[in-house]
């Protein structure tokens, strides 16, 4: 198996924010990343972890018909042995919705998948018919 700097055992996630960050957008974003992290089973041991996710800027932007909603996003892989940082890194994430309430939901959806596929956690997907009836 090759390398894989950001493949953790990821034991847990905590997702903070400025205070002008929604509340909605961060309790979301929190309940989507501990669901991947909780759905995700290793086969081999690795080097445990917590994330610490910081959401440490939002925008939003009119258009014509919706809007679109951004976020800067900082990622942080501590170690659960001895609480030292093991990596560190970033990105922005945007979504667009046609209404304004919708935004924050999108855009959390938006920052826990991209954080699942780069700890290669797995995400649960919506309820559909065959998972409510054959789960």
């Given at each position: 198996m090759?390398a894989?700097?950001?493949l ?7 997702v ?6 929604a509340h ?6 929190d309940?989507l990343?501990?669901e991947?992290?909780?759905a995700t089973v290793?086969?081999?041991?690795l ?5 610490a996710?910081?959401?440490?800027h939002?925008?939003?932007m ?5 809007g679109?909603?951004?976020?800067k996003?900082i990622v942080?892989?501590?170690?659960v ?5 093991i990596?560190?890194?970033s ?6 919705a046609?209404?304004r309430?919708?935004?924050?939901t ?5 920052i ?7 700890f290669r956690l797995k995400e649960r997907?919506g309820?559909?018919?065959?998972t409510?009836l054959?789960p």
């Open positions: 090759p894989d700097n950001l953790y055992d990821v034991r847990g996630a905590v903070t924010a400025r205070a002008d960050v909605k957008l961060v309790a979301e974003t309940r990343v501990e991947a992290i909780s290793r086969q081999v041991s080097p445990r972890t917590i994330l996710v910081r959401i440490d939002t925008a939003y009119p258009l014509i018909i919706g679109r909603h951004e976020a996003v942080e892989a501590i170690s042995g001895n609480g030292e940082p990596a560190e890194g990105f922005k994430a945007s979504a667009f046609l209404d309430t919708d935004g924050d999108l855009l959390a959806e938006r826990a998948r991209r954080i699942a596929a780069e997907g309820t559909t018919l065959a409510a054959f």
